[in-house]
């Protein structure tokens, strides 16, 4: 049963620490996503990566947060350094094949900044 | 920019009545359109898809249409009940780039 897996599932941090999210998409999928949830609605587009090269990341705050694909299997969001507002969902999802194909989120990083 | 409008964002029926979901989405090139349902603390997942030359899609109890000259798309669920209680994303695409509605709380009452 091919998952998209994201590590780790729960995140408590200071404020001004830095924080990693990782997300190993569906093997075969070419499409990567970032998204952002807040109060169990709205899912906030941060940035997608297509062939792991990064197609559109307006949606994320540039001066702290960055994502990256260092291979095919793995995705990284990172915040640095982190703010009590950054406090939310983080799912990553991944897409397979063409465009206009089903997108699977993974289960969700759930980041609390304090 | 690409836009998705929701509406409405929340939603209470009574058990076995029918449901409505209604999204609206501004780039013309769209042609892909899925629906999600999101349970409290879990992943949102894929309940039914249309593309863009297709008016109408059904199964069993849940039909999304689409109508493309006015670019808006609805989600039907009949009978519903109290295991639809759930949030529902509506998302629209054209390329690669998801975007999705601002979600709607439906709660189904017993």
């Known amino acids: 049963d091919a998952r998209v897996t994201q590590t780790p599932r729960h995140k408590v941090t200071e404020m001004g620490q830095e924080v990693t999210m990782r997300c190993q998409p569906i093997?075969?999928?070419?499409?990567v996503f970032w998204y952002r949830q807040t109060m169990m609605q709205g899912l906030e587009l941060l940035a997608y990566f297509r062939n792991r090269a990064p197609l559109d990341d307006s949606g994320m705050p540039k001066d702290r947060f960055s994502a990256e694909m260092p291979d095919a299997t793995l995705a990284t969001l990172k915040i640095q350094p982190s703010e009590p507002r950054d406090s939310a969902v983080y799912f990553c999802?991944?897409?397979?094949?063409?465009?206009?194909?089903?997108?699977?989120f993974g289960q969700g990083t759930r980041l609390t900044v304090v | 920019g690409e836009n998705v409008e929701q509406h409405p964002s929340t939603l209470s029926v009574q058990e076995g009545d029918s449901a409505v979901i209604k999204c609206t989405y501004s780039?013309?090139?769209?042609?892909?359109f899925p629906w999600y349902k999101q349970e409290l603390g879990k992943r949102p997942q894929l309940i039914i898809d249309i593309r863009s030359n297709v008016g109408e899609k059904k199964d069993q109890r849940i039909a999304v249409t689409l109508n493309k000259t006015a670019k808006h798309f609805s989600l039907h669920i009949t009978e519903t009940q109290p295991e639809d209680s759930a949030v529902y994303f509506c998302?629209?695409?054209?390329?690669?780039?998801?975007?999705f509605g601002t979600g709607t709380r439906l709660k189904v009452l017993a």
């Open positions: 999802a991944s897409a397979g094949g063409g465009m206009n194909t089903e997108a699977f």
């Open positions: 093997l075969g999928h070419n499409t």
């Open positions: 780039d013309s090139a769209s042609n892909y």
């Open positions: 998302a629209a695409t054209g390329t690669y780039k998801y975007i």
